[in-house]
């Protein structure tokens, strides 16, 4: 993983060092080395780096650069098929061979091959990255299809600013404003979720699964749609997925999902992974303890609200080995709040942030770059409750919580939300339109929420905290289930093998039949539980705060104090009016200290 910084400037000359202190804010994002490059006195391209699939060269940024010298990349991910496609490009062009055996080279010299819109179809991997087109004076931004990796883009009329987070734009441009009808949108909705939008004016996200073109010279923009998911759903591989049984269905899936955890398991850097007792890590944890050696096994207990994670015994006897567990209380959850904001650039888009960040911390410490997870597993697996229930067709909004627009508890003076609403409701039509050839009206509304939370919601809000959580700690977090073939396999499942509806099945198996299945191939039916859902601490960190009279966040958001008592009342709310203080309160900072230790058992 790395951190990439853009700056053009459209009025003459920039200061490198500006640009480069604001790079430096993403040091945890690439602690091995940092390189950048000035051209014409404009344009600063900088990237930190963490190495993980090579050797750095001696020359740091040289294979940043391709054989030609035409394109040079800013690349921040990893692409899991990146020897495959240097075998398949490169074998009449030897010379664009990489030299160090990395993911980088391979991507930068594809441009010597390919045009920039060939290239995102063919890769399997998480990325975001920017192209520098010398020749044609353009830059290329890419961003993966299922929202792994973040681009963030400022412009106003001196300025143009890409970085992968949003506080090294404030460095170069400290007097950007927050957008307090930003902050109200997320009243709207469960999570912070603005569709590209960010809580500061001017400052969006680059789509996923898109291209877009910057021309150097014009300051003119382009866009290419690239890939999107939905372009990976298949009608009649569906229909025949819907004839075969749950074994089948299973069997494919344990076969993808070894192969991807093979060619995933880093081959020099210790890596970890997560076991929190839940289905999606603990399976993961299974493949890679068979398949490799991972250093360690780690897990986070919120205590006295962690049900599952505060006996992880069971799964210790079966994995045969010991799991480094996170004790999390109050007092600790509330005292990361501002520091995870920091990176963030806002307020916690979900309250599981907090562990995330503490759980990376402890990885750290011990040692390791890389990090197993689960993300994905509940979007495209069918982990939600709501996906099996009854619903109504002519909705404007999806009736999955996750995508659905919310009126709030609490009461502005003005709120203007129809971008909000338009951005929901597009959301939910297409995704409708997406399995508009399912015949049943029950499974094309139960697919339809699915796919609307992963195609919209994961990448707002889960992926984006776990890209940003794990690399404030200089770790990697990976995913196997959003690798290209298990999104293939899992979007053209039929909804029974993602949510069993049926009430003569048990309570237990309802939700992600089939991931359930393969847990209970490698696990005893006493570790399947009930979904616990988050625990933490995110009301409880009120305590930390002071009065309610003293909230920045009445006047900031224009909220009527005849509903402030009701709002405070719903706990939902209550946690999004703490979110959205702490954040008030330390929006000013854009530096971070690392913590020197964690609590672990």
Not at 198 to 221: A, K, M, N
Not at 249 to 276: F, T, W
Not at 584 to 598: E, F, N, Y
Request: aromatic content about 10%.
């Amino acid at each position: 993983m790395c951190g990439i910084l853009v700056v053009l400037s459209k009025a003459g000359g920039l200061d490198p060092s500006t640009c480069r202190r604001a790079l430096a804010t993403m040091r945890w994002r690439g602690p091995n080395s940092t390189f950048s490059h000035l051209w014409e006195d404009r344009l600063f391209l900088g990237q930190t780096i963490l190495s993980i699939t090579g050797e750095l060269p001696a020359t740091v940024g040289v294979h940043h650069r391709s054989r030609s010298g035409r394109y040079q990349v800013l690349y921040n991910g990893e692409i899991y098929n990146f020897r495959d496609l240097e075998e398949r490009f490169f074998c009449s062009h030897p010379e664009l061979v990489s030299q160090n055996g990395t993911d980088t080279e391979v991507l930068t010299n594809l441009h010597e091959v390919l045009s920039p819109a060939e290239i995102p179809p063919l890769l399997d991997g998480m990325y975001a990255y920017g192209v520098f087109d010398a020749l044609a004076r353009q830059l290329h931004l890419v961003r993966d299809v299922q929202g792994e990796k973040s681009l963030y883009i400022y412009e106003d009329a001196q300025w143009i600013v890409i970085a992968s987070e949003i506080r090294a734009i404030r460095m170069v441009v400290p007097g950007i404003t927050v957008d307090p009808q930003a902050l109200r949108d997320y009243f709207h909705t469960r999570h912070l979720m603005l569709f590209g939008r960010t809580v500061y004016q001017g400052i969006r996200q680059l789509r996923p699964g898109c291209l877009e073109t910057l021309h150097l010279d014009s300051f003119e923009w382009s866009e290419t749609p690239i890939v999107r998911l939905r372009d990976w759903i298949n009608p009649k591989r569906l229909l025949e997925n819907s004839r075969r049984s749950l074994d089948s269905l299973a069997d494919e899936l344990e076969s993808l999902l070894s192969q991807c955890v093979q060619e995933m398991i880093p081959r020099g850097p210790r890596h970890a992974v997560v076991v929190s007792g839940g289905i999606d890590s603990s399976l993961i944890a299974r493949y890679v303890l068979t398949h490799g050696n991972p250093h360690a096994l780690v897990a986070v207990n919120h205590v006295g609200k962690d049900r599952i994670s505060a006996d992880l015994s069971g799964f210790e006897q079966v994995l045969g080995r010991p799991i480094n567990i996170v004790r999390v209380d109050s007092g600790v959850y509330a005292s990361e709040i501002p520091r995870c904001q920091q990176v963030c650039g806002g307020p916690l888009h979900s309250h599981s942030f907090v562990g995330q960040a503490l759980q990376s911390a402890l990885v750290h410490t011990l040692g390791c770059r890389v990090l197993f997870g689960g993300d994905g597993g509940d979007e495209l697996f069918g982990g939600y409750e709501a996906y099996a229930g009854t619903c109504d067709s002519n909705v404007r909004f999806s009736p999955s919580p996750y995508t659905a627009y919310q009126t709030p508890c609490v009461e502005f003076e003005e709120d203007v939300d129809e971008r909000l609403q338009e951005a929901l409701a597009r959301a939910w039509s297409d995704a409708l339109d997406v399995y508009r050839f399912v015949e049943s009206p029950r499974e094309r509304m139960m697919l339809a929420m699915m796919y609307c939370d992963a195609a919209y919601q994961l990448s707002d809000v889960g992926l984006r905290g776990t890209d940003l959580m794990s690399m404030m700690w200089s770790v990697e977090a990976r995913s196997v289930y959003l690798r290209r073939p298990i999104l293939q396999f899992a979007l053209n499942l039929p909804a029974r093998m993602k949510t069993d509806y049926d009430l003569n099945t048990p309570s237990l198996l309802r939700a992600k039949p089939l991931l359930k299945h393969l847990f209970l191939r490698s696990y005893p039916r006493s570790l399947l539980v009930e979904k616990q859902g988050f625990a933490g601490f995110p009301n409880e960190s009120a305590s930390y705060l002071g009065e309610l009279s003293d909230y920045l966040t009445w006047a900031f958001l224009g909220i009527r104090p005849s509903s402030i008592q009701k709002a405070w009342a719903d706990r939902a709310t209550a946690w999004k009016l703490i979110n959205v203080e702490y954040f008030l309160r330390s929006r000013g900072l854009v530096h971070m200290d690392v913590h020197d230790a964690v609590e672990i058992r």
